[in-house]
């Protein structure tokens, strides 16, 4: 058995497949590897006029493994690219230092066709295989992670289910190990249309306990201030707000290259909301939308400004997918 390690990675969701742990995010390559995820962070650029979101995803594993991966829900098909992990540490220096009191933040490849899943691209990204596919159904794209030496489950189904239905398309992703390599990795980029930004926050039912709390920082950089809330709900995302402010114009090429895109890929006067997850006591059943926070009040720098102004900007309506 390999010896255990830390692994730090970039693969979008790990909320796909693998060995349930009482902290476990999940893997869904290497059925028999044993993986905890420590953290996660993501940097979401958002494209609000050519309706374009960049979604890349720094995340650390203790594993036990050599080889896992990760399954990723989307509703187009991406492009992907390698980003530089130093762009998560330019967005994370925008918040003051050290905090006060008001300002505490938390502590914390297989045939082209197996039944019903049609195969539509493959690609070596940096430290990863990526391979992309669609699915008629949960069942059958459960029945193809199986044939396809991917770890699968009965508890998968209505979690890969939920996304067939709205005609997504599954990225997976291996994370192909190499002798003697450090465990840094480069961040993963995933670029996709998309009508609404959105995080897919849900998980199967058997990977989080009760009372888990996710260790999760979303770095969100768009036109204007956002807020989260899940979907198909008024239910605003119970996140602190860390910081909330313009993207210094100093920073947004130097951001961009880091990120493997364009200056102008990033909005001009951009501006940046960071979140840190809070305490959820209804679990991990749903994933999150994102829309401009509606109010002309100077954003609090705390956990309870997000709550409250996220109530201004959600009241009365519903976000639709």
């Avoid at 940096?126 to 596919?133: E, F, L």
């Avoid at 609404?196 to 009760?210: L, N, V």
């Avoid at 239910?235 to 602190?240: H, K, L, P, Q, S």
Wanted: glycine residues 6%; aromatic residues 12%.
């Amino acid at each position: 058995m390999a010896s255990r390690r830390y692994l730090y990675l970039a693969a979008w969701v790990c909320v796909a497949i693998c060995v349930p742990d009482a902290n476990a995010c999940c893997t869904a390559y290497g059925a028999g590897s044993k993986v905890t995820m420590v953290g996660e962070s993501v940097i979401i650029v958002w494209d609000a006029k050519n309706k374009v979101e960049h979604f890349i995803r720094k995340a650390s594993f203790d594993a036990t493994g050599k080889d896992f991966g990760f399954i990723v829900p989307t509703p187009s098909v991406p492009t992907f690219g390698i980003a530089d992990p130093a762009a998560f540490q330019q967005l994370e220096s925008l918040v003051p230092r050290p905090p006060t009191d008001s300002m505490a933040l938390p502590k914390g490849v297989a045939s082209s066709r197996a039944g019903s899943v049609q195969i539509l691209k493959t690609e070596r990204v940096g430290d990863y295989q990526a391979t992309v596919v669609k699915a008629t159904d949960g069942a059958t794209m459960n029945a193809w992670l199986k044939e396809n030496h991917y770890a699968s489950r009965p508890a998968m189904t209505d979690w890969l289910d939920s996304y067939t239905k709205k005609q997504w398309v599954f990225t997976a992703l291996k994370y192909v190990a190499e002798p003697n390599r450090t465990t840094q990795t480069k961040a993963l980029r995933l670029s996709f249309k998309t009508e609404t930004p959105h995080y897919p926050y849900k998980m199967p039912r058997d990977t989080w306990p009760s009372g888990w709390r996710r260790n999760l920082t979303v770095y969100f950089v768009s036109n204007a201030a956002m807020v989260g809330a899940y979907e198909g709900t008024d239910r605003v995302w119970e996140a602190n707000q860390a910081w909330s402010g313009a993207l210094p114009e100093s920073m947004r090429s130097p951001l961009a290259k880091n990120l493997d895109l364009s200056a102008n890929d990033i909005p001009t006067n951009a501006k940046v909301t960071i979140f840190r997850n809070g305490e959820n006591p209804d679990g991990y059943d749903q994933d999150l939308v994102f829309a401009e926070m509606k109010t002309n009040w100077t954003p609090w720098l705390g956990g309870l400004a997000v709550f409250g102004l996220g109530i201004l900007a959600f009241k009365g309506r519903k976000i639709k997918q």
